[in-house]
């Protein structure tokens, strides 16, 4: 019992292995188009998430689903394969991301806040958030608005999600 295990295990991993080289064979063709997620399931069903700098094309997953279902063998390992582009309420992961939606509004979740802002900036280390508000005036009654700014370390982000306004 734990032989046959033990050789499911490797087969599976050999398996991952070559959907990984496949889909890097694949994206390398595609320099515009990133990966986001990539999920193999006990069922053998791979899951692959893409986005791209000028977004992703029906025709970019067409093009990456057959760069890998053309070069496994259905005979060797069974499988179904599903390429998509992240969706609009797809939280945002990799820095390449930030930077592409730079002038957008982002709903980010922290550990203590949750806030609406416009994306100013994005770098390797964190992102600029910019939004204005209504404050009490420093002298005198009633409130004036008040252009706000921070810089959120990725570290410090939970979640954020490009918000769409109509």
Known sequence: MRH????SFYKNMIFKDKVVALL?????EKPSV????????????????LDGDQGVTLQDCIDLNRVIENNLDRE???FSIEVA?????????????YKKN??????VKTATDVMEAVLADANEEFITLTWTAREPKKIGKGKETVDKK??????EIKEAIVTITF
């Open 4 to 7: 046959a295990l033990r050789a």
């Open 24 to 28: 890097n064979q694949g994206l390398s």
């Open 34 to 49: 990133f990966l986001i997620d990539l999920t193999i399931t006990e069922a053998m069903k791979i899951i692959v998430t």
């Open 76 to 78: 060797e390992q069974d």
């Open 85 to 97: 582009s992240a969706g609009v309420s797809t939280p945002l992961k990799l820095v390449r991301q």
């Open 102 to 107: 730079i002038g957008r509004t982002l709903k």
């Open 150 to 155: 921070i810089e959120l370390p990725y570290s």
